[in-house]
C-alpha cells in the first residue's frame, strides 16, 4: 500500500515521463506535491524504491524510471498506448520508459542535451575540515551531467575532512562549483582565506565581518575582516561513489 504523497508522487513521475521524455526535478516534483523542502521528496522517492515503483539509474542526473504502477490502476487508452510504445523496442526491458518514442517533441529534444555530460577541470582536494590551498590538477578531469550545470564556468573539488556532514558533504564527494566573487548570506562557498588557504564553508555575514561556518558542532566557525576573504564559487552539485 502505498500513501497518498507516494502515490502522488508517483503518477506526477510517470505522467512527466509520459509527457517529455525525462523525469521531473526535485524543485518540480517538490511543487507539484507543495511540499516545504525537497528532503520530503527524497524520502518519497526512497521508500517507492523500496517498494519495486521507482528506480534510479545510477550516475546519471534525473533519471527516474517508473518499475510499475499501483494494482488496478485505470488508465485511459491513450496513456495506455503511450505506455506501450515506450516500451515496445526489444532492446530495453519491458519496465522501462523510453525517452526517444518522439524525437522531435521540445521535452524531449531538451532531455537528449541534460543527458549529454562534460568534463571538468578537477581543482585536487579542498578541506572541509581545516583548510588547504587548493591546486589544480592539470592531468585530471571529472564528467558531470550536463543537466547539473547553469549558465557560467564550473570546477570540481574533491573534498577532504567532515566538517560539512551536517549538510551531506562527506569525505571524498567531488563538489561542483560554479566560478564567480559574488555570493548571498548562507551560501555554501569555495573561500580563499589571507590569499593562501582554501576552504569549503558556508557564509554568513556579520556586519563589517565574514563568518565561515562549519556544518559539524566539532569545528568552530571562523570570523575574519571583508578584506581577507574572496569568495571563488558557489556550490551547485554534489557527486558521489559507492
Known amino acids: 500500500m502505498l500513501t497518498r504523497k507516494q502515490h502522488e508522487l508517483l503518477m506526477f513521475i510517470d505522467r512527466h515521463l509520459r509527457d517529455t521524455g525525462f523525469s521531473p526535478s526535485f524543485e518540480e516534483m517538490k511543487e507539484a506535491l507543495r511540499l516545504r523542502s525537497k528532503s520530503g521528496i527524497h524520502r518519497l522517492i526512497t521508500a517507492l524504491e523500496e517498494r519495486g515503483f521507482l528506480r534510479r539509474r545510477a550516475h546519471r542526473a534525473r533519471a527516474l524510471e517508473v518499475l510499475r ?10 496513456e495506455t498506448m503511450a505506455r506501450t510504445s515506450a516500451l515496445a523496442a526489444p532492446s530495453m526491458p519491458t519496465n522501462v ?90 551560501d555554501v562557498v569555495v573561500a580563499l582565506v589571507d590569499e593562501n588557504e ?3 564553508k558556508t557564509l554568513r555575514r556579520h556586519r563589517s565581518s565574514i563568518a565561515l561556518e562549519a556544518a559539524n558542532p566539532a569545528y568552530e566557525t571562523r570570523i575574519f575582516g571583508p578584506d581577507r576573504v574572496k569568495v571563488q564559487g558557489k556550490l551547485i552539485g554534489l557527486l558521489r561513489r559507492y
Open 69 to 78: 504502477l499501483p494494482e488496478g490502476l485505470k488508465q485511459s487508452p491513450g
Open 97 to 186: 520508459i523510453r525517452g526517444n518514442f518522439a524525437p522531435n517533441l521540445p521535452g524531449v529534444q531538451r532531455a537528449a542535451a541534460e543527458a549529454a555530460a562534460v568534463h571538468l577541470p578537477l581543482y585536487g582536494r579542498i578541506a572541509a575540515g581545516q583548510p588547504i590551498e587548493a591546486l589544480r590538477d592539470q592531468g585530471s578531469s571529472v564528467e558531470v551531467p550536463a543537466a547539473l550545470l547553469a549558465s557560467g564556468e564550473h570546477y570540481a573539488l574533491e573534498v577532504s575532512g567532515d566538517s560539512m556532514t551536517g549538510i551531506g558533504i562527506l569525505d571524498g564527494d567531488t563538489v561542483i562549483i560554479r566560478r564567480g566573487e559574488v555570493a548571498e548570506n548562507g
Open 198 to 200: 582554501v576552504t569549503l
